[in-house]
């Protein structure tokens, strides 16, 4: 009996039997192995491609922010350059000759108030509801004037705390 045996486990059969499981099997794993493989790869590939398209939408945003920090930057710039104030001769010249001429209606109006008094003989030779109004009409106009000039003069030139904001903003 163990002459049959040894018989038959020395049979090319049985070995060639054993050598088609054998290669089956491995086979087997060989698939197994490939399809983790393949599975591990496109995992991997699919990491990747997240990854690049996290990284494209970060660089996106970068360069949507980047752009609106310029169009920022260029209107901060524009407002500065249309705010800037130059000194020149010219700018001065307009600034004195305001000064002047609101002096010289100040007085040519004070000379022509005396010589009509003058002439008309003084305030005596008026009724006194004529030079009510003619008083009080005087005033209205010489407020008017003043604060026409005062408002023109001033008002253009703007407070110093103004021009420091703005030599400050400069910079």
């Keep these: 009996m163990i002459a049959i045996l040894v018989k038959l486990l020395a049979s090319p059969i049985l070995g060639s039997i054993a050598g088609f499981l054998g290669s089956w099997l491995t086979k087997m794993e060989e698939r197994k192995q490939k399809a983790l493989d393949y599975q591990h790869e496109e995992t991997m590939l699919a990491a990747r491609n997240q990854q690049e398209i996290l990284v494209a939408e970060k660089k996106l945003q970068g360069v949507i922010e980047e752009g609106r920090l310029a169009v920022e930057k260029a209107d901060v710039d524009a407002f500065a350059k249309s705010q800037e104030r130059s000194s020149t ?36 030779s008026m009724e006194a509801t ?20 005062y408002a023109w003069f001033y008002g253009i030139r703007g407070s110093s705390s103004q021009k420091a904001k703005e ?3 400069s910079k």
């Design 89 to 124: 001769f010219g700018e001065k010249v307009k600034n004195m000759m305001r000064a002047v001429l609101i002096s010289y209606v100040a007085i040519v109006c004070g000379v022509l108030t005396f010589l009509i008094y003058r002439q008309i003989g003084g305030l005596n």
């Design 130 to 149: 004529a030079l009510v109004t003619l008083f009080a009409e005087t005033v209205a106009m010489f407020f008017y004037m003043f604060s026409m000039g």
């Design 167 to 169: 030599a400050a903003s």
